[in-house]
């Protein structure tokens, strides 16, 4: 239930005093309140959460978060791993 | 699908899980897994239990880390005394009971919302509570009931659904409000004394609406690091990796790795609906107990939207299944397939607690992704 899904705004209106959207995921499109994402604009992306949506998500943020991701990752191809670590980590196939 | 997909990416999944390992120091004493107990991590949300199993980010981490998984499942904490009174409400000719559909399947006392259903009840599943206030505005002649269940996260949804009812001037409206609160239950885990919990990933959407400041108070009290983590595969082992990082250091600090989504402050709008409609009150948790002040129930000038006040639903006398684990589950002090009943009188199809329902609950989703291992 806690399993918000991020979806971009593609159309506000309002109905009976509350701001509504139109929110895209990824081709299926779905009603949702904007009410609690007052700033929220056509374009922007959102959590939505049982219809509401709770969080306007940050592009800065979510561009940093990979770049520190990448950073590691980099780190990690110049050095290896450290001796003794553990090489049998693998995804598993499913 | 934006923000979704680059957080799957298995190459940096497998590299960050990589620097997870070592930064890891227990495992390096004489170049054997020590024999220590592990560091023990609790993610709070079902939803993460379920992207955990499912992505196999466990099998991922090195030994020394132990996931916990904990009561962020709102079907599974919803106490039975509460699902005893929908079934009440929901079986009078006179109500349209509406519920998130995760509900419908969850036993009370020898039944569930299906039953009722089958057996003539008008129960309909919704995706929102403003599809609820829809289904009031369209039936007149009918009592509409919400089951107002979640954490923080449903919060702003529920308490809208009765501002709007309010404003709206619906009087065949009502919610069965069973509202429980995260910081409470950080408080009953990590004060318990068998208690096993070092470190929490704080449940990335209750943060998403309510921020983090309750927290740092809770990490230092039981010096307990806690990192805001979101639901990708990458977010999560982004998660993981801050806490062992603190873990290591000796550190008990809230950070947040799931910033996209997270400030600090939370979403004000939604908390100032949030305090508008509800104030905090004792409540049960299925399997768990009572917990001080842990719910939200409907402030005085909201009653009138209590179903509790509308129907005569007192004194019910519920009656859990003596099989049933759930509880221990829940405060990540048993895993679900140290159940003797697990996948054998308790399956999906026939649950005998919530936790085996719920797209959240744990037992759900040791079931569902490590079946091979169990049947």
């Known amino acids: 239930m806690c399993l918000g899904v991020p979806g971009k705004v593609i159309e506000i209106y309002d109905t009976e005093g509350l701001k509504m959207g139109k929110i895209d995921f990824g081709g299926v499109v779905r009603e949702a309140c904007l009410a609690y994402v007052p700033e929220i604009e056509v374009g922007d992306y959102t959590v939505i959460h049982v219809g509401f949506a709770i969080s306007q998500l940050s592009e800065d943020e979510a561009q940093a978060t990979l770049e520190i991701l990448n950073e590691l990752a980099d780190l990690q191809e110049e050095f290896g791993p450290e001796p003794g670590a553990d090489p049998g980590q693998t995804l598993p196939s499913t | ?375």
């Open chain 2, 1 to 375: 699908m934006k923000y979704v997909d680059e957080y799957r990416d298995a190459d940096l999944a497998r590299k960050t899980a990589a620097e997870i390992q070592r930064v890891v120091t227990r495992a390096k004493k004489d170049g054997r897994v020590s024999e220590d107990r592990p560091w023990t991590i609790m993610e709070i949300c079902g939803g993460q239990t379920h992207a955990i199993m499912h992505f196999g980010i466990d099998q991922l981490l090195p030994l020394e880390i132990e996931l916990v998984h904990g009561p962020g499942c709102p079907v599974c904490v919803t106490p039975l005394e509460q699902i005893d009174k929908a079934l009440a409400i929901a079986s009078r000719p006179d109500v349209i009971f509406t519920s998130y559909g995760d509900m419908l399947r969850v036993p009370g006392s020898g039944r569930d919302l299906f039953t009722v259903r089958a057996a003539g009840g008008d129960v309909r599943v919704v995706y929102s509570p403003l599809d609820a206030l829809k289904i009031a505005q369209n039936n007149p002649d009918k009592q509409v009931v919400f089951f107002a269940i979640g954490f923080e996260t449903t919060a702003p949804a529920n308490a809208m659904s009765v501002v709007q009812a309010k404003a709206l001037g619906l009087t065949n409206f009502s919610i069965l409000v069973s509202h429980v609160r995260v910081p409470p239950a950080m408080h009953a885990i990590l004060g318990s004394p068998t208690n096993r919990v070092q470190s929490f990933l704080a449940a990335g959407h209750v943060c998403a609406v309510m921020g983090y400041w309750e927290y740092p108070e809770i990490a230092e009290q039981y010096h307990a690091p806690m990192v805001v983590t979101g639901f990708e595969p990458l977010d999560i082992l982004q998660g993981v990796l801050q806490t062992v990082q603190q873990l290591e250091a000796g550190e008990a600090e809230v950070s947040n790795a799931y910033q996209r989504a997270v400030t600090f402050e939370g979403n004000k709008p939604a908390q100032a609906v949030i305090e508008r409609v509800f104030q905090e009150c004792d409540r049960k948790w299925r399997g768990i107990g009572t917990i001080p002040l842990s719910g939200w129930c409907l402030r005085p000038e909201f009653a009138e939207f209590d179903a509790e006040n509308r129907f005569d639903v007192e004194a019910i006398q519920p009656e859990e299944s003596p099989l049933c684990i759930a509880g221990l589950v829940l405060q990540g002090l048993k895993k679900p397939d140290e159940c003797p009943a697990f996948g054998k009188e308790c399956t999906p199809e026939h649950p005998l607690g919530a936790t085996m329902v719920s797209g959240e609950g744990a037992c759900a989703a040791y079931y569902r992704y490590k079946r091979d291992a169990v049947l």
